[in-house]
């Protein structure tokens, strides 16, 4: 199959560790309900807010970078074939969480923490810059499984990540599902509206 299984994070990513001023708040993550909103066709119902969470198939160093003051985590599921998280980490300054992003995108565009089945292949397909409104800016990269064709009857996946710096703040959208993924107009808005959810 061309869906790379998301595997278990074991440590507890819904804990927030957080010092004087770099305190995070669960209100500023994605809901169940947003998630459906923007992916209605499929039926987006599970919310996991603590223990075991969903990992990106490019690892630890795609959801976060060093030397994080607090962090937290809400994955999302139908419990089938599809699987997101949000992953939110905050810096002690404007220039480690910018660092801590470039870093994120650079583990992206070149991911090889795991490889597509032998009858796939695997390409990026969207890697663009968004700027909003409240002084955020967001890279979308979406990755590709495609069928060879050797093998014209498997499914493809769909992969598309959005992350968004704003202020000391750096917000992962992770997104695993079969098939071509949430449409990119949906995700886009998803993206924005993460966006709009985290503090600087």
Same mark, same amino acid.
């Given at each position: 199959?061309?869906?790379?299984?998301?595997?278990?994070?074991?440590?507890?990513?819904?804990?927030?560790?957080?010092?004087?001023?770099?305190?995070?708040?669960?209100?500023?993550?994605?809901?169940?309900?947003?998630?459906?909103?923007?992916?209605?066709?499929?039926?987006?119902?599970? *919310? &996991?807010? @603590?223990?075991?969470?969903?990992?990106?198939?490019?690892? %630890?160093? /795609?959801?976060? +970078?060093?030397?994080?003051? $607090?962090?937290?985590?809400?994955?999302?599921?139908?419990?089938?074939?599809?699987?997101?998280?949000?992953?939110?980490?905050?810096?002690?300054?404007?220039?480690?969480?910018?660092?801590?992003?470039?870093?994120?995108?650079?583990?992206?565009?070149?991911?090889?923490?795991?490889?597509?089945?032998?009858?796939?292949?695997?390409?990026?397909?969207?890697?663009?810059?968004?700027?909003?409104?409240?002084?955020?800016?967001? *890279? &979308?990269? @979406?990755?590709?499984?495609?069928?060879?064709?050797?093998? %014209?009857? /498997?499914?493809? +996946?769909?992969?598309?990540? $959005?992350?968004?710096?704003?202020?000391?703040?750096?917000?992962?959208?992770?997104?695993?599902?079969?098939?071509?993924?949430?449409?990119?107009?949906?995700?886009?808005?998803?993206?924005?509206?993460?966006?709009?959810?985290?503090?600087?």
């Amino acid at each position: 199959m061309g869906l790379t299984a998301l595997a278990a994070q074991g440590a507890d990513a819904g804990t927030t560790a957080a010092t004087a001023g770099t305190a995070l708040s669960r209100s500023q993550l994605l809901t169940v309900g947003e998630v459906k909103k923007a992916d209605a066709r499929r039926d987006w119902f599970r *919310q &996991v807010d @603590r223990g075991i969470l969903p990992k990106t198939y490019c690892g %630890p160093a /795609s959801t976060e +970078g060093k030397r994080v003051a $607090a962090r937290m985590a809400r994955g999302f599921t139908d419990e089938m074939d599809a699987y997101g998280a949000q992953y939110v980490s905050r810096y002690a300054t404007p220039a480690s969480a910018r660092t801590a992003y470039n870093s994120i995108i650079a583990t992206l565009k070149s991911c090889t923490y795991s490889k597509p089945a032998p009858t796939h292949g695997r390409k990026i397909t969207e890697n663009r810059v968004v700027k909003g409104a409240s002084g955020d800016i967001t *890279q &979308v990269i @979406r990755w590709y499984d495609y069928p060879k064709p050797n093998d %014209p009857g /498997s499914e493809d +996946g769909g992969f598309p990540y $959005a992350v968004t710096l704003k202020g000391r703040t750096v917000s992962v959208l992770a997104f695993s599902e079969m098939g071509p993924g949430v449409p990119a107009p949906n995700f886009d808005k998803l993206a924005r509206r993460a966006a709009a959810k985290i503090s600087r």
